[in-house]
DNA sequence: TTTGATGCAAAACGTTTGCACGGCA
DNA sequence: TGCCGTGCAAACGTTTTGCATCAAA
């Protein structure tokens, strides 16, 4: 697990180098941060891990670093809804797709080679060259099903009250 | 095809009625608007189609009335990318998704039963109850792939242009 | 008449950017 | 040393909201 995020840590470096760029305290904390964190979630959010952790890092540096990551292809970028960016670190770059509780917020992950399939044959009819896709689930999860509401709910909405002034 | 508007207009007055709202000339202008509108818009796109028409109706207004189309299901909100939002008005509800060319910006349609048949599977396996989807494929179009380069893509970039001041 | 809708302008939101300072190479 | 990265604060573009006015019921 901790090799894992070595490894991970040492392409980035690598990409830095070759893209002409330096390597700084605050590019190889938020990088190890995210690879560390569990995958999906927002500049918001990481911020918070930063905070928690050691040197807190600002909000338009982090948002540069990000976008590095995306192009170095160890990011990926979500649109699950409107307003924020929902990032997920890919170590595999191991394809799946997503459910989102409508509820709660909770991201489950899937795949399936059969829909991966289709999905480059509806492409080339439609004379397209795939490049990427996002596939997503909306629902309610077994917590909702089981319950009538979910108990990450509550945590979710008390995080965000705490998040914001 | 003027019929359907029509038909499409009086539900949606029902509607407004059954809600407790009230019917007002800029909710109907938007919505015939809206019903007469190719498929995905977002709400400046909108407020042009407007302005050509005959009442300018203000950007808040037509938020507002933008959100009570989604509320009585005559309208999909799409997130394609971040920042703006597209809507697409579904006549017959019929469900399909997208094609969205990285290029020139085109919006493809398609629909393939098998998908929709495994996505309800998924769901049940992962112990949730299926709301919506969205399956967005995002590539090149058949003029980047024949022509290197799409002539939508200037058109797009100069509607911008002209757009935004 | 009463209640809710509208338009305006200002606020809110996540994100990006210009600039002066600081740190990597 | 030179140049890139950082942090701050201000700008950005889309969307939401408070409030006074206006119109549907």
Redesign the pocket.
């Known amino acids: 697990m901790t090799r894992d995020i070595h490894k991970e840590l040492s392409l980035f470096s690598e990409y830095?180098?070759k893209?002409?760029?330096?390597?700084?305290?605050?590019?190889l904390l938020?990088a190890e941060t995210i690879f560390r964190h569990p995958s999906h979630f927002?500049?918001?959010s990481l911020a918070d891990s930063l905070k928690e952790r050691k040197?807190?890092?600002?909000?338009?540096?982090?948002?540069?670093?990000?976008?590095?990551l995306v192009e170095s292809g160890q990011l990926t970028e979500h649109n699950f809804a409107?307003?924020?960016?929902?990032y997920e670190h890919i170590p595999v770059s191991e394809h799946h797709d997503h459910l989102v509780c409508l509820d709660c917020g909770i991201i489950d992950e899937f795949m399936v080679a059969e829909i991966e399939k289709v999905q480059t044959q509806i492409a080339q009819q439609h004379g397209f060259v795939l490049a990427e896709h996002s596939l997503n689930l909306y629902g309610r999860c077994i917590q909702w099903k089981d319950k009538g509401s979910c108990t990450r709910k509550s945590e979710k909405e008390s995080a965000q009250k705490n998040?914001?002034?």
């Open positions: 830095l180098k893209a002409g760029l330096k390597i700084t305290n605050q590019r938020v927002t500049v918001d040197g807190e890092i600002s909000r338009a540096t982090i948002y540069r670093i990000v976008s590095i409107h307003g924020v960016r929902y998040g914001k002034g």
